[in-house]
Structures are given as C-alpha cells and as structure tokens.
C-alpha cells in the first residue's frame, strides 16, 4: 500500500483521485489545503482520513509516502523540493515547474533523497501513445510533426470583464503555454528529443500571460510545429509525416485513436483499448516506479522534462513572457 496525500482542491485533483484508486496499491491518506474548511470538505468528498494546513507538517508526517502535486504551476517547485527533503515521493501535475532553474532544483533535491519524481504528463503514459511509438517506423524518415491544443478557457470572458483568474496571473506562472502548450512539448520531446532551435510566437494579453502561441521547432531533416490556446479553440488532430506515411492522432493532449494513412492510399488504424480513465496509467507508472524501488520514470524522465522545460523558457524568452518566478 502507498499512502498518498493531495496538494489541490480542484477538479484535477478529483480525477487524480478517482483513477488512482483503480490501482489497488493506492491509499488516499491526506488532503492538504492551506483553508482547514477547504481541507476538510474536500476530504469528507474524497474520504481521505486526515488533512493538513500546513507544508512542514505534511512533509514530516510518517503516516504519507507520496504526494501528487496541483497547486498552482508556481508553487510546485518549492512544495516539491519541501515533501523531497522529508523523503516523499512527488508526482506533479505539469507543467513540473515555472522554469528549468526550478526543474533542476526538483531533479537535484529527489536525487539527493533518492525518491521517486515524475511529472503528471499523462498523455505519454497512455497505451495509444506507446502504439505511436510503436508503429512510428512504419512511416519511413519522419519530416514532421504538427500538434495542437486550443481550447477557449471558461475564465477568460471573466477576464474580458477585468476579472484576473490564476490562469491568467503571471504571478502563478500560468497561460496557454504553460497550461496547454506544454501537452504538445512534452510528447514532441519523448519520441524525438531536444530541437536544434526554435522560433517562438504568441498573443500577449494585458495581464502578461500569452492568450495563445506558436512554435517552430527545428530538428535538422525535419521540423515540428505546435500551436495554443486559451482564447480559441481548435479541432484539428496531430500528425507525424513521414516519407511513407502519416500517423493521424484525434488529440495529441489524450490520444484514444491513431490511424497511419499510407502514400498507396491504405489506412491502418493501430488503436488499441484504453479501458481506464487517463490518469489511471500516469498514477500507475509511478506506483510501479516506487514498488520496484526505481527513481526514475523512463517514460516522463527527469531529462524529458527539463528538456521540455527549456523550449518553453525559450519560448518564452522570445515571446517577452517573464513570470515573478524568473527574477
């Protein structure tokens, strides 16, 4: 049995909940919250059987092993390192942290106490993404890669209205990029490593967070292109051209079908059953990691992370987004 606690209180954390308890060694032991009406509502919802207000007591506790991190986007690096220096294993929602400075920091304090770090990235951990992986050879020398996720933000009419929510507050490290962009990033970064350089853009909102953006990344023989949004949506599905073929992804952010198209005009759907709910594999991959008594993911590596990371800060650095973070 591992015995976890929650850092969050949103919807995130809810689904996390409910599909790590699918995984039979899964105990949810605590809810942390920093409101002890919050904290305890949200165990009575959650049947989580103690609740913490505050870090330390949380990370010295003996009665938790692991935690799942979804505060918001800037507090992660400094929870994470807290909970690791106590011995906790950190699983944290992406994206790992505001900039790679703090991805390197979190990567050094879980080496140091040698337990378990793995970003929340689930879109990698998903068996149709391992099928992409699989049947990528089908598809000759690979030319490119095209991803996106745009999806319109319920608090972005709020917004218009003056209303700043944390996903719109540079202060919690948010926008698309960080929120959505990252969906694109990190898959790109699995199955085809650390570009050469990119060339970033973005729509700059008034609260200095990017509304939505694009990368061009460069790979040499090929390329890839992502594109975000919190303020447009967008219904096209991902691609990976190769000289024989296309693979034809429904969403590069949740993969649940995957058809190769090749040049004779055959179409090979190479799906395969994804019967739990998606957070059901990424809280699976890091059960596992921590039973085999391994401290690294080979699927959402320390490597794969920081890497991703550093395209963003870069993005971002192109882009004019700076986050209080960076300072």
Known sequence: MIRFATIGTNWITEAFIRAAKQV???HLQAVYSRQKETANAFAEKTGATETFTNLHELAVSKNVDA???ASPNAFHAEQAITLMNHGKHVICEKPLASNAKEVEAMIEAAQKN??????AMKATCLPNFQAIQHHLPKIGRVRRYVASYCQYSSRYDAFKQGTVANAFNPAFSSGALMDL???CLYPLVVLFGEPKAIQAHSVRLSSGVDGEGSIMLDYGE????????????SYAPAEIQGEEGTIVIDAIHTPTRVHIHYRDGRIEDVTVPQPYEPMYYEALEFMSLIERGEKES??????HSLATMKVMDEARKQTGIVFPADK
């Not at 040698?114 to 970003?119: C, F, H, R, S, T």
């Not at 080979?298 to 490597?303: G, P, Y």
């Open 298 to 303: 080979t699927i959402n590596s320390h490597a």
């Open 181 to 183: 962009g990252v969906y």
């Open 67 to 69: 935690v799942y991190i």
């Open 114 to 119: 040698g337990v378990v770090l793995m970003e």
């Open 222 to 233: 090929m390329d890839a292109i992502v594109m975000y949004s919190k303020i447009a949506n």
């Open 24 to 26: 039979p060694s899964f």
